[in-house]
Every structure is written in C-alpha cells, then in structure tokens.
C-alpha cells in the first residue's frame, strides 16, 4: 500500500516525463537547470530588441533582469533574525542585493554607468560574523546567517546560491515580479556585488569554495573564478560547467562531444566519458547522469567511473523509473566521497525528493520509496556527512506545495527544525519556496 505522498511523488515523476525534462550538467537541483534553459531561450528572442535601447556593456546585464545597475550602500543587519518576511526589517536608505547594490530609485545612476567598489561597512576585525554553508539561508529576497541579515533587491527570488571560502557568495536570482531571465552574481563577504557571472547559465563550486566554474546563458565561454571574483581561466567550449576541484575544471559534455578535465594552471586537458555532473574531493571518482528511452518512459541513469585509471571503468551503474529507489540523479559528492547526493523526483521541475547514496556500492541510503523520502527543494549534505539541511515542502499532502521550512534531517530520518514553518503564496505544484539553503 501506498501512502499520500508516495502517491503525490508517483504523480509527479508522471508530469515530469510528460514534460520531457532534460538533466544538464550543473551542479544545481536538475529542477533549477530545467527553468534557467528555459528562460534562455525566452532570452534569446528579446536580445534584439535589448541591443536597440540598452548599451552593449556591464549595465546590459542588470538592466535586463533588474532595471538600474547598482550603486554603493550600507549593508542592512539585524540583532535578530524574523521568523516571517512580515518581521522583515524594512528601513530602506540603501539595500544589498544579489545584483548588487541598489540604493532607491531617486538615487540610481544611469544605465551606462558601470558598477563601482563597493563601500559598504564591515564590522572591526575579529567581531565579523562569517557566513558558512552550515549557517547561511535565503529567506525571500534577503541572505542570513546567525544575526546578520544581507538584504536584496526588493522582489529578488534567490533560486540557489553557494558559500565561498572567505565568507562571500555565488547566487544565482530572478525577480519575482519582473522579467524571468536568471542572473548569476558572486557577492563579497559583506553582500557587496564583486563579479556578475552573466544570464540564464550555471555554475560549480570548488568543495573549498576557493574557485567558481561557471558559464552564462548567451556566451560559450566557460570561466573559472576565484572566491574575490578575479578572473583565474577561461576557455571556448560548449560544454557545461560539470564541477571543480583545485585547479580542475570538469565541463560536461554528450556523447559526441564527452566530457573534458581542464587544469586552469597549466591549460591541458583530457578526456572524459560523457555526463560528467559531479567529481570526488580527492578527484578519484565521478559521477555521471544520463536518460535511456524506453517503450514506457525514460529511465533516469547514473554511474560512478574510476578517475585514476585510463580507461575510467564504471565502478556502479543504475538504471531506474517510476518508484524504483535507483531512479537517482546525482548531484554532488559528499565531504569525505563517501555519498552521492542528488534527486530521486520532480514534480514539474520545482519540488523534488533528496537521495543518498553510498558511493562504494549505489546502496540507497535515503530517498526512493516507504520512509526514507524527503522532499523539498535545494539541500546540501553536512560536511559531518550525516546530517542533511533541506528547504522542505512540509505540505499535507505535498501537491499543491503550500507550505515551507529549513530542517536538519539525519541520515535515519530524525529531523528538527532549523527555522519556522511559513505559507507560500498562491499554492500550486509550481510555487517557488520562500527558503532556500545552500549547496
């Protein structure tokens, strides 16, 4: 017998193949890949008109997603941090956002004008709060972490977003309430915009967070960043960011292309077997995802293949539909190599299932089916590699996704909750949540 959920998490997985959705490379939740190829190509048929009335520089990428570019301002923070955006503080003579800086509308510069350092005020040395995967969210339209609130642009949707290194941010945004075109940003330490990354594409962090692979939507230039948002490499390819580690650079390719391994020091490279979505911290092992059509549906599938030798034997490979715990589509490697973490369904292309599995066997550790499923929308796997953080779709039933959470979920299912459950506006199967936790 089926509970509600496995039910809803059936239903879903139907509207997905229905909807014929495709996995790319990026480090991302397959649903995040899935809506930023979409908003390409709906990019791609106002890029004429843009040129006509926006000047061909920075300023062409915020005002396609934003309206004004950025100017200088304060970031805003709280002794506290609210439970629901109606607590949300809401002095306004300046506002961090993840484009940026914006100060009010009577304040902003013309669009020609470039985006300026950054001046914001940084608490004394040794007082700074630092953000860390483990502390950081995004609530709404601002970035927390312990009692410092980062505040965006008003309306800004934070679609996923990473922890660098030192402290700063790679985000990944759209605005709610304008054009649907994504823009990918890394901020400083302080929520000051440090590089714009371009529209509608994707990205990997290093697992130290010291470099940032990415690739935007109109460009087929792949390039590597490090965590201050300097220029380290980059490279013509139309490959897809896959992941990084060090000095590598994984860029996924299909079969016709494979994939590629680039060393951004020394600019060599090798190849690889097609549907590189994922590298070991040790670059040992990768993952790989792919779809098989079948008479039924497409059957989702993934392997891990051996780095260190020349001919990167396959080490596990699965093959699973429907309710099969071996529908998985890995994502990421966890801290020490140990899991794969990924999704095992879509409900189209916005709330999904989290699934663990043991690396050394493709043994399903949580996730698949019975009471081992979790579903939200982004998570990441702790570094304790036993507890997992998830944005949690705590609704009853699941489909329409009316409600959210943050919750800290062992790998046996014991969860407690990190931050208040919140409604979601307007419940359906393609609400966006309100929380979102890092990679």
Request: hydrophobic share 35%; glycine share 10%.
């Amino acid at each position: 017998m089926t509970t509600p959920d496995q039910e809803n998490e059936l239903q879903a997985l139907l509207r997905q193949h229905a909807g014929g959705i495709e996995v790319s490379g990026d480090f991302a939740p397959v649903a995040i890949a899935r809506r930023r190829r979409d908003r390409r190509n709906r990019a791609v048929l106002g890029a004429a008109a843009a040129v006509a009335v926006i000047a061909v520089a920075v300023p062409t990428v915020w005002s396609a997603g934003r309206g004004t570019p950025p100017v200088p301002a304060l970031t805003t923070s709280s002794t506290s941090v609210p439970s629901s955006p109606s607590s949300v503080p809401t002095q306004t003579p300046s506002v961090t956002t993840g484009t940026g800086t914006v100060a009010p509308p009577t304040s902003a510069p013309p669009l020609t004008s470039a985006p300026p350092t950054a001046t914001g005020t940084i608490p004394p040395s040794g007082t700074a709060q630092v953000a860390t995967r483990g502390t950081a969210y995004a609530l709404d339209d601002t970035i927390r972490f312990g009692d410092k609130v980062f505040r965006l642009q008003k309306g800004t949707a934070v679609e996923t977003f990473a922890v660098l290194g030192n402290g700063g941010f790679v985000v990944a945004s759209h605005m709610s309430d304008g054009p649907s075109q994504s823009i990918m940003e890394i901020l400083s330490p302080g929520g000051r915009l440090v590089t714009s990354l371009g529209v509608s594409g994707t990205y990997a962090v290093s697992p130290d967070g010291s470099r940032v692979l990415a690739k935007s939507g109109d460009s087929d230039t792949v390039v590597v960043y490090a965590a201050d948002g300097s220029k380290v490499a980059q490279r013509t390819d139309d490959r897809e960011p896959g992941a990084i580690v060090g000095d590598l650079a994984y860029l996924t390719g299909d079969t016709t292309t494979g994939s590629l391994e680039w060393d951004v020091a020394t600019g060599t490279s090798r190849k690889l077997p097609a549907h590189v979505v994922a590298v070991s911290p040790d670059r040992s092992r990768a993952a790989l995802q792919w779809f098989v059509a079948t008479d039924a549906m497409d059957e989702a599938c993934w392997a891990v293949v051996d780095l260190t030798r020349s001919t990167f034997p396959k080490t596990v490979e699965r093959c699973g539909a429907g309710q099969n715990p071996t529908m998985f589509m890995p994502t990421a490697f966890s801290s020490r190599g140990t899991y794969l973490v990924g999704s095992h369904y879509l409900d189209g292309g916005f709330w999904f299932s989290a699934g663990v599995v043991r690396v050394s066997d493709g043994t399903v550790v949580l996730g698949g089916t019975g009471d081992r499923v979790v579903s939200g929308w982004t998570w990441h796997l702790g570094d304790d590699e036993s507890t997992l953080v998830i944005s949690r779709n705590t609704s009853k039933p699941l489909t329409p996704a009316a409600r959210n959470t943050v919750q800290r979920c062992t790998l046996a299912m014991d969860c407690s909750v990190l931050h208040p459950e919140i409604g979601l506006s307007n419940p359906s199967s393609f609400t966006e949540p309100r929380y979102v936790v890092p990679r």
